[in-house]
């Protein structure tokens, strides 16, 4: 393995560490010793490479989105639209122990983006890029015919809200929301946008 592969082996051990322990204890109570400790790193490699929290914290959060991102496009031009859009809608709820973990995270950048402005702008770029997401899976649709036309960015932001509102009420445990019901609200609502079918697709 060469140095720049350990490289980047030991950056992703770090975040993948960081992702675990910021959704553990929370921002506010994290400290570097902790995240080098479950990394298997010294505290010394950990500055290396983030020399403060709150670079960690933002390159946390990237590593996490990209991660989700790049498993729900392993086969995108082997499948219908339909399917990929529905990957991303049930991704962005907390549907298994790794988006729950990855909804933690996400509860922190926004508890900080109200009083941080750094973190405000990193909410909101992400922000954009779910947006962009979502956008890039109905335009597919539209282009090959799967799906009617609509307004791109207004379903997106729709969708986005909704699967936003869905998500904390999961989260909290709300007894009078299951994913069933939120996936068929979320998804009755895209159906009827785009003229499809209103049964949610086999994954």
Known sequence: MSSAERTRETRER???????????????????RMVAEHAG???ALLHYHFDTREKLFAEA?????????????????????????????????????????????????????LRDGTAQG????????????????????????????????ATSTTLLVLCDG????LMLGDPRVT???????IWGTAARELKIAPEFPRL
């Open 41 to 43: 790193v010294s505290t």
């Open 61 to 113: 959060m990237t590593h996490s989105f990209a991660h989700t991102g790049t498993e729900l496009e392993r086969d995108a031009d082997s499948v219908p639209a339909s399917v990929i859009l529905a990957r991303i809608l049930h991704s962005l709820l907390p549907t298994d122990p790794e988006l729950r973990q990855d909804w933690r995270l996400w509860q922190e950048l926004w508890v900080r983006a």
């Open 14 to 32: 770090i975040l993948e560490a960081a992702c675990e322990v910021i959704a553990d204890v929370g921002f506010e109570k994290i400290r570097m």
């Open 122 to 153: 990193l909410a909101i770029d992400l922000y954009d890029q779910l947006h962009a997401w979502v956008g890039q899976a109905i335009t597919r649709g539209i282009d090959s015919g799967e799906f009617a036309d609509c307004d791109v960015d």
């Open 166 to 169: 869905f998500g904390i009420r």
């Open 179 to 185: 994913l069933a019901s939120a996936l068929a609200v």
